[in-house]
């Protein structure tokens, strides 16, 4: 089954270590340009902060990014993404900033508290495993639609739509190797008279 984790909305949490506040900030994003805007609303909103370390990590692009943002190499940007990685969470990204409370952390210092406030943040936001469906099509009597909600779900899919008119029209998804077994379900319950055809595959919350 083809799945991947990421996160469900934005989050937003913060922590003080020292005196030094640490907000951490995160959010679903699909591409790179999604995430560097992201990432310079934030630098925007904390433009008085004296850090805005960030990692983001996108699937399609197979691509892994982060910034220090001037704090000693190594202790920031690297832990951010770490919390990322941990977690096994793709197309999401996390902007941690800090302001400095005018007590020096050290190296093992700040690596704890930017992974403590990344983690944070994508507790926040909370994470959600996608699963690739069908997006599948079907028309039917009224009396057979009375069987298609809890077939639909046997399977592991919802229903999207219904349409009611002298027949029942619906768009439903499920796991995309389920359709087969749906199928075959479907066709013993109307004896060979039903079967749904496949629109698109589309990734949908598990």
């Known amino acids: 089954m083809d799945t991947y984790k990421t996160v469900k909305d934005f989050g937003c949490d913060e922590l003080v270590e020292k005196r030094s506040r640490f907000i951490g900030y995160c959010k679903?994003?699909?591409?790179?340009?999604?995430?560097?805007?992201?990432i310079s609303e934030i630098k925007s909103k904390h433009w008085?902060?004296?850090h805005n370390v960030y990692a983001y990590v996108i699937r399609n692009e197979g691509v892994e990014r982060y910034s220090d943002d001037?704090?000693?190499?190594?202790?920031?940007?690297?832990?951010?993404?770490?919390?990322?990685?941990?977690?096994?969470?793709?197309?999401?990204?996390?902007?941690?900033t800090r302001y400095f409370g005018g007590v020096l952390l050290g190296a093992g210092g700040l690596v704890r508290a930017y992974s403590a406030a990344a983690k944070i943040a994508i507790d926040a936001a909370r994470e959600r495993?996608?699963?690739?469906?069908?997006?599948?099509?079907?028309?039917?009597s009224y009396t057979m639609y009375g069987k298609i909600p809890s077939l639909v779900a046997r399977y592991g899919g919802s229903i999207d739509e219904s349409d009611f008119a002298d027949d029942v029209s619906l768009v439903f998804h499920l796991p995309e190797?389920?359709?087969?077994?749906?199928n075959k379900a479907l066709s013993e319950e109307s004896s060979g008279k039903y079967a749904a055809s496949e629109l698109e595959k589309k990734y949908f919350d598990k």
Do not use: W
């Open 129 to 140: 495993e996608m699963t690739m469906c069908s997006v599948c099509s079907l028309s039917c």
């Open 48 to 50: 008085d902060a004296r």
């Open 70 to 96: 001037n704090e000693p190499q190594g202790t920031a940007g690297i832990p951010v993404l770490d919390s990322i990685r941990k977690r096994g969470i793709t197309d999401c990204v996390v902007v941690v």
């Open 28 to 38: 679903p994003v699909s591409s790179s340009d999604e995430a560097t805007a992201f």
């Open 177 to 182: 190797d389920e359709l087969v077994a749906f």
